[in-house]
């Protein structure tokens, strides 16, 4: 499939995860690909090495620093002469309890999570309304942004932000052609989770938690993050897709409870 043929893309957090999936599945799928990392060069390096088919390029900026991220689109605009689709996948977790968090982590996870997705996405919309023919803003939120995460507030209030954000920016920019979409992904092996990935133990314990009973992949999430920049999701927008295996569905419920049944 060659959904994206000639799209340009710019892929933020795109050196490690579901970040360099996402680029190369878009890659493979026609699309020119600008893979933005943050102090990674190798990582970029080594996800530009796995692209098939489209051009790409390595492109480093701190998401949440406006000063990076106005030189990282002027980059992308002239290696790839515009943008057509922005995915804002960079996103960090820093888990403590909450009334021992220092606020220069919380502020940091809220910058890159919440403020980086949107600078990013303020910019592509300079661009897309600049160029006349609408675009494409996709946001890679979590299951966080509904289910709450104790011990990790910080990142489930940036993905439950990102909702309003996504339908905010959805609302405000329909009539111009631009769709903002995001993704709600549940837990997806990839360095995020070394907590557990590597760990048969904790795997399993996260794993009996999962309706489907194992853990995503990241290329199961970058084929919806390819679906949502195609033309196929052309009249889908304001909307977060949970590619959670059914973690959203409240699995406690998956039983009666003492309902005499
Ligand atoms: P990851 O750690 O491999 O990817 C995060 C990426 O963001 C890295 O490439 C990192 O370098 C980059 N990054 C961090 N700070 C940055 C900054 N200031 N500027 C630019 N880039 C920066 O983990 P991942 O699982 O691939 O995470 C990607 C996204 O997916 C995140 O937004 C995360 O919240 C989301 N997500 C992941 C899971 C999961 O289970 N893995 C589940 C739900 C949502």
């Known amino acids: 499939m060659e959904r994206l043929l000639g799209k340009n893309v710019l892929v933020t957090g795109a050196s490690s995860g579901i970040g360099r999936a996402i680029a190369i599945r878009f890659a493979r799928e026609g699309a020119n690909v600008a893979v933005n990392h943050f102090r990674d060069e190798r990582g970029a390096e080594e ?5 098939s088919g489209g051009r790409g390029f390595a492109v480093q900026a701190d998401v949440s620093d406006e000063t990076q991220v106005g030189a990282m689109y002027e980059q992308v605009m002239a290696r790839l ?14 888990p403590c309890a909450s009334h021992e968090i220092e606020m220069a982590d919380f502020d940091r996870v ?3 999570n919440l403020r980086g997705a949107f600078l990013c996405a303020r910019n592509a919309i300079r661009a897309f309304l600049k160029q006349g023919k609408g675009g494409v803003v996709l946001n890679n939120s979590s ?7 104790p011990k990790y507030v910080s990142y489930s209030m940036t ?17 111009y052609g631009i769709r903002v979409n995001a993704v709600g992904p549940g837990a997806i092996v990839t360095p995020i989770n070394l907590a557990w990935i590597n760990n048969d133990k ?39 897709i949970f590619a959670c295996g059914g973690l959203t569905l409240y ?11």
């Open 47 to 51: 996800t530009l090495g796995m692209l």
């Open 81 to 94: 002469g515009g943008l057509d689709v922005l995915v804002n996948n960079a996103g960090i977790q820093k």
């Open 110 to 112: 809220v910058s890159v």
């Open 143 to 149: 299951v966080h942004e509904v289910i709450p995460k």
């Open 159 to 175: 993905k439950g932000g990102m909702e309003n954000m996504t339908k905010s920016l959805a609302l405000e920019y329909a009539g």
């Open 202 to 240: 904790a795997r399993a314990e996260v794993e009996s938690h999962i309706p489907m009973g194992r853990a995503g992949s990241a290329d199961e999430i970058a084929g919806v993050f390819a679906f949502l920049a195609s033309d196929e999701a052309s009249y889908i927008t304001g909307q977060t």
């Open 251 to 261: 699995p406690e419920f998956r039983v009666a409870w003492a309902s005499g049944e």
